[in-house]
């Protein structure tokens, strides 16, 4: 909020115009009928002033509403206030501390102004208003958000505007007194509200005083409203095309990471298939000092398949180039399947498996070398963040709803609430993960999300806290 | 778009400012002063004739402050005021200058 500074405060003699300072009461007996009459015109004269001022905040009101780049909102809110107040020139500026100066961003003048402008080039919309610390007429307003007035133009434009044309705008144009309003958004100066009247600033009417301090208020928060907005359409336009660049990168980094894995796959099947071949006697029996890194190295090269696998996957499914093959089929049997295939391995670990119990066939519509996948994944999940206890895969159809619900429960070290939002993201692992030495990319749960996904299905999991287990859900349509 | 004579725009000025706080009654008060022609009170067509022009807007100041007192006075001086700005000093009737 500013406040009028008067400079030169002569007072200017007016009547009073209060209801009954100074005068007969209109209750009192004595009161005549042209003291009723007088008194009425008073009070309706109050009423008048206030709602001229109140229309004129309900123009700026409405201009603010329809209207939010800063530019155009401060081309109407300009004219607006020029007409309405009668006034030579309103001008609406942007301040600049860097700049130092105030930038016009709307400026509204009498067709005498514009008639000048167009015959001397001087026009106030490109004329910004510099070196404004430099100057003791603008102190006021940045130090006590204080507006100032001056009959001086060159005092407000310097040098940008001419003797002769500032005499033009004096005789011709009347401009005689410029009253400058700081616009004050959280004790900042944000800019500058221009008024340029043809009176001295005495003659300036108390209403017309009232009305530009109240417009300058609204003019502040309207400003500041389209300047956010701006800020915000331009924000929002850099975050978009720096989305789509990052989904161009995110695409070519899919190709490449496609192209590198194919390329990768070759020999690792290669290496996989060799050590294997050499661990068998294929080559003879291999030496004892040599079975132990024959042996990392099948281990390791199997490991790598894995992830190479896990890469691929998640290349095809961001470029959309994950196949599916749909056919009915016994998820029981698949389950149960992947259970006796991973069942040596979870053994030799010290951990007890329990495959699913289905009284019938458990029949879906997928395809099933991608659910045997995820199923192997999550029991793969399972198993590595279990140290000791047990795994159990359970199947419970519901007719009703025609779903089926797959769980994988484990005793492991379970899983942390704030971590569960997480836990199916790309690269995602578990915190626990280091603390149990799990190695592995993080993309598994993701690929099984989007391959659940894929068929209408829904994954999650559970989790009563750390050291209590979790259980992974898989729910999909029965056939 | 020719010009309105800036007597006429005066006299319109005072009445419009005056309807705002009288109302309607602005207009025929106005309608008793001699020289003041009110030719469309809505679209704001008001002809100062017959003599002195100076005399005329003095009249119709005359006209409001006996029936409202000074107050009133004063609000046609204000009404006007950007427009009184403008004039010779010579031109501005009695009774709105300052």
Known sequence: MFKFFHTNPKSVERPNLGLVQGRKNVATDEASPKDIQESLYRQNLELAVKNKTLSLLAKLYEISTETLEPKELAKRVVFAVR?????????????????????????????????????????????????????????????????????????????????????????????????????????????????????????????????????????????????????????????????????????????????????????????????????????????????????????????????????????????????????????????????????????????????????????????????????????????????????????????????????????????????????FHKFSRAEDASKVNILGTGLGLYVAKEMIKAHGGRIWVESPGEGKGATFFVELALV | MMAIPIFNQIAYRIIKEQALIIGPLAWDEARKVSGIQVVDSAKGQVDVQNGDPKLVVDKLVAQYERLFGKASHEVCREAVADLIAELPPTDVPTSLQS
């Open chain 1, 83 to 423: 007409t309405i107040l009668n006034v030579r020139l309103v001008g609406l500026y942007l301040f600049s501390e860097a700049a130092d100066d105030f930038t016009p961003l709307g400026v509204s003048a009498t067709d005498t102004i514009e008639k000048i402008k167009a015959e001397t080039g001087c026009d106030f919309a490109a004329v910004p208003i510099s070196r404004v610390s430099q100057s003791k007429f603008w102190k006021p307003l940045f130090s006590n958000h204080k507006s100032n007035q001056t009959e001086s133009l060159l005092e407000i434009f310097g040098e940008k505007i001419s003797q002769a044309v500032v005499d033009r705008l004096r005789a011709e144009a009347h401009m005689k007194t410029v009253l400058c309003c700081p616009l004050v958004i959280d004790n900042k100066v944000i800019g500058l509200f221009l008024v340029a009247i043809n009176r001295a600033y005495e003659m300036f009417s108390e209403h017309e005083r009232n009305s530009v301090e109240a417009a300058v208020n609204v003019v502040a928060l309207t400003l500041d409203k389209a300047q956010l907005y701006q800020t915000l359409a331009i924000t929002n336009q850099k975050l978009g095309e720096a989305n789509e660049r990052l989904k161009e990168l995110d695409q070519l980094k899919s190709e490449f990471v496609s192209l590198a894995t194919h390329q990768i796959r070759g020999p690792l099947t290669a290496i996989k298939g060799f050590a294997s071949m050499m661990i068998e006697g294929d080559y003879g029996e291999v030496p004892k000092t040599l079975q132990e890194p024959v042996d990392t190295i099948y281990q390791s090269s199997q490991s790598l398949v894995v992830i190479v696998e896990d890469f691929l996957n998640v290349s095809r499914i961001e470029q959309g180039k994950m196949k599916y093959d749909f056919t009915d089929f016994d998820l029981c049997a698949l389950a149960n399947e992947v259970v006796n295939e991973d069942r040596v391995i979870i053994e030799k670990r010290g951990l007890n498996v329990s495959a699913a119990i289905c009284p019938s066939p458990v029949t879906v519509h997928g395809d099933r070398g991608k659910l045997k996948q995820v199923i192997g994944n999550l029991l793969d999940n399972s198993m590595k963040y279990t140290p000791k206890g047990s795994i159990m895969l359970s199947l419970v159809s519901n007719k009703a709803s025609k779903k089926v619900l797959l769980s994988i429960k484990d005793t492991g070290v379970g899983i942390r609430a704030e971590t569960i939002p997480h836990l």
